[in-house]
Nanobody, 123 residues
Framework: QVQLQESGPGLVKPSQTLSLTCTVS?????????WTWLRQPPGKGLEWMGA???????YLKPSLKSRTSISRDTTKNQFTLHLGSVTAEDTAVYYC????????????????RGQGTQVTVSS
């Protein structure tokens, strides 16, 4: 059974960089899936943010690309989202998930996901 767990700060100040880590157990992030970050702002739908592949290649949503990166640590079986210059519009529940395709924004496209972590951007 693959399990994913998000971790990171629950509160971030505007203009700071948000870093969230997804720790994967029961499966390796070097297997052929898209290890993905998504978020859901309050009252809005699920948004695909980006993904990292088994080989370490990254794919990012174009509108977020200028301030987003995804890295990984294969020794810890973790991948990390970095989102810079955050604003109140980045307030959301952030999820990591395992998928077989890019730019999917429905949970039916993911076979495993974390429980999500609330991030609030506020001074």
């Amino acid at each position: 059974q693959v399990q994913l767990q998000e971790s990171g700060p629950g509160l971030v100040k505007p203009s700071q960089t948000l870093s969230l880590t997804c720790t994967v157990s029961g499966g390796s992030i070097t297997t052929s899936y898209y290890w993905t970050w998504l978020r859901q702002p309050p009252g809005k739908g699920l948004e695909w943010m980006g993904a990292i592949t088994s080989s370490g290649s990254t794919y990012l949503k174009p509108s977020l690309k200028s301030r987003t990166s995804i890295s990984r640590d294969t020794t810890k079986n973790q991948f990390t989202l970095h989102l810079g210059s955050v604003t109140a519009e980045d307030t959301a529940v952030y999820y990591c998930a395992r998928g077989r395709d890019l730019q999917r924004s429905a949970w039916s496209d993911y076979d495993y996901r974390g429980q999500g972590t609330q991030v609030t951007v506020s001074s």
